[in-house]
Structures are given as structure tokens and as C-alpha cells.
């Protein structure tokens, strides 16, 4: 997903104006920044942060880019939105342009939706679906910031993908331009079919700064997501041992109270001799151990009588 996500960023990054004012159908829409899309609040990242103004007012558009259906979208378009306007302080529109098709017919929600004891939380979202968009239409509106996925659009033929070539290599950015356009193909066509029909050297795209680039984020998320999977399954082991530690630890305390009460019982342990037992107590490392201790001492008629059996232990490592 990054280099396609890297790509897409950038493409929305050099025509921000195109891409808000087709996605929000107000020609008139001006970007009056591309923000920082990094919250420090909690570690989120979107893909683009445009602060637009438009008959509405200031706002903010954030565009979330993604290239295969995730079921924790809603969950992280909640997040985004209210961590920008937290930001920012400005009212958000938020979008989600998915760019290749579900397998089967998984249904793309719009909305984010939670009720947990009478407290509710909902979050709307614009979704765009790549593959339901006009390729001939967006041809004829020379969108720059739509051009580069015509190949994922509906209706993309050779014909559309080699007119939308001409009109990048048009453009100041038309190598860059070019590159993402080949990836998004790739997706769809293979490589060999894509330089038949456009002549690319694919060798040459890929040694591009922005296809550089691309690999290097790709390279950066892959490493990222290997620490958060390797954070999250470590919290999740050290829950589990914790647990189970817990439960050792709340079982062996249990046995040397039990312990210390036969042998107060049936041999009147004094204090002194009660506090140097519970130090060597500590030292076992076993509750079976402690379970024939126990049973020594429901035995022993005398102290020293269980002070021998829990010297044999000591030949062993159990006590020190």
C-alpha cells in the first residue's frame, strides 16, 4: 500500500486546488495551505491536510487514500477527524478514496458508529471508490490531481491511459507524474502490455527520485509496522505471563501462609523463628516444593524434625 500511498499524496500535493475542488464539486474552492497531517496527541498519520475556503468558510479537507478495503477504516477516520479538528480548530471534511476494488462484495461503510452504555459516537465520511469513476470523463476535465489513476477507473482502456499520458508529459512534474501513473497501472496490466502500449521502460521508472522514494516509505512503513506488531504482541505476551505469574505468585504466597500456620499450630513457632523460615521460604522456586513442605509439617513432631527435611532441598539448588 505505501507506494501507492505515496504516490497518491503527492499527486494530490502538486494540484492540492484541483483535488478539492473535485472532490468537494466547488469550483470555486481555494487551498489556503496543505497542513501538517502528523498529531502528536497520539501517534496518527494521515495521507492529506487542505485548509480550503469556499462559500462555506475555512475548513478542513483530509483526504485518507487507500488501496485495498480496511475494516478499521471507520475506527481510524474517527480518529483523524478528531485529532484535526482538535489541531487545527477548524471544522473537517473528511474523505476515503480506495483505489482498487474489494474481491467480493464487501460493502464500504461511510460512517463510524459506537454506542457504549447510552454514550454514543458517530463519525461520517465521504468515500470515493476509484474503480466507480468515469476514465473518459475525467479525461475530458484534465484534472491533474484525478489523471494519474485513470488506470484504476472504470472504462480505462489503451486509448484513455495513452491520452492522459500526453496531457501529464505536458506538465512541469511530467516525469513524476508518469511514474505514479505506471504504478497504478502495474496494478491492473502487466508490465511487459504497459511498455507495448505507452513504451515505458519500466528499468527507467523505477530509478526515478520519486519511485526511489516510494520504495524507500515502502521500506520505512514495512520496518514501522514490524515494531507496532512486535509492541502490540509483546503488550500481548506480557499480559499473558503477567497473568500467569500472578496466579504462581498469589498460589505460592497462599502456600507458606498455609505453612506457617501448621507449623504455628502444631509446634508453637516463635517470631524469630517464624521471620528466618519466611526467609528461606523465598528462596524456593517450586510450589510442588512447597506442597511437600506443607505435608512435612503436618508430620513433623518437632521443629528441627522439619528443619531436616527442608535442608534436603538445599542440595538441590531449591534453597540457598
Known sequence: MKKADTGSKWIIGQSPEAWARWVLNEPD???????????QLVKRLSDTLLRVKDQNGVFLLLTELQLHVDKNMPRRMRAYTALAEEKYDLPVYPVVFYLLPPGD?????ADYHCEFRGIKAHQDFHVVKAWELDAAQVLVQKNLALLPFIPLMQGAD??????SVQILRQQPASEELETVLALFASFIMDERVIKQMLRWDMLVIRESPLYQEILKEGLAEGIEQGIE??????????IEQGIE??????????QQDALLNVLHVRLNLSPEKEA????????IASTEVMEDLIAAAAKADTLQTFYQTLKQYTGNGTIS
Request: glycine share 12%; proline share 2%; hydrophobic share 25%.
Open 158 to 163: 489503451k486509448n484513455t491511459i495513452q491520452q
Open 105 to 109: 462484495k464487501t460493502e464500504l461503510p
Open 29 to 39: 474552492a481555494i487551498v489556503e495551505d496543505q497542513l501538517s497531517t502528523e498529531f
Open 245 to 254: 505469574q500472578g496466579v504462581e505468585q498469589g498460589r505460592f504466597k497462599g
Open 229 to 238: 506488531q512486535g509492541i502490540e504482541q509483546g503488550i500481548e505476551q506480557g
Open 276 to 283: 528466618d523460615l519466611t526467609k528461606r521460604l523465598k528462596k
